[in-house]
């Protein structure tokens, strides 16, 4: 189970970063590349190594949807801020110890517009979260 997990945020990731347009997704786009291309594989284990921090995040979500007997999905559309700071506490938090100084830089760089792209993906987190925790 995992693994699915896994393999649909990663493509979750690649999905948004392919929408993104204008300037600010060029920049986007450049800095995932950079992250790709540190090492094959590297998104995945980065995905694998957050995966619990971000479940941890996002179980709030889960339980008051459960107390208002609606989707989670539903809830995080409905708060897609709220949503981006709980996952954006996460990566910043891992941040801190980050042995990648490229990673570190590029990170910081893109962090000041990270809370309305996060906020952009909800509609896919949204959906992942309905299917692996409904």
Same mark, same amino acid.
Not at 108 to 119: C, G, I, S, T, Y
Not at 120 to 132: E, N, T, Y
């Given at each position: 189970?995992?693994?699915?997990? =896994?393999?649909? *945020?990663?493509?979750? &990731?690649?999905?948004?970063? !392919?929408?993104?347009?204008?300037?600010?997704? =060029?920049?986007?786009?450049?800095?995932?590349?950079?992250?790709?291309?540190?090492? /094959?594989?590297? =998104?995945?284990?980065?995905?694998?190594?957050?995966?619990?921090?971000?479940?941890? *995040?996002?179980?709030?979500?889960?339980?008051?949807?459960?107390?208002? @007997?609606?989707?989670?999905?539903? &809830? =995080? &559309?409905?708060?897609?801020?709220?949503?981006? @700071?709980?996952?954006?506490?996460?990566?910043?938090?891992? &941040?801190?110890?980050?042995?990648?100084?490229?990673?570190?830089?590029?990170?910081?760089?893109?962090? /000041? *517009?990270?809370?309305?792209?996060?906020?952009?993906? !909800? /509609?896919?987190?949204?959906?992942?979260?309905?299917?692996?925790?409904?």
């Amino acid at each position: 189970m995992r693994g699915k997990v =896994i393999d649909d *945020a990663c493509r979750v &990731l690649d999905e948004e970063v !392919a929408d993104k347009s204008g300037l600010g997704g =060029i920049a986007v786009k450049a800095a995932y590349g950079l992250v790709k291309g540190i090492k /094959p594989g590297f =998104i995945r284990q980065a995905v694998d190594h957050l995966l619990d921090e971000f479940l941890d *995040a996002m179980d709030p979500f889960v339980t008051e949807a459960k107390s208002k @007997n609606m989707k989670a999905g539903a &809830l =995080i &559309l409905s708060d897609r801020s709220r949503m981006a @700071n709980a996952l954006l506490a996460v990566t910043d938090r891992r &941040l801190e110890g980050a042995e990648s100084g490229a990673v570190r830089k590029t990170y910081e760089k893109l962090r /000041p *517009a990270a809370q309305k792209h996060v906020e952009a993906a !909800a /509609p896919r987190v949204a959906g992942l979260l309905d299917k692996f925790a409904g």
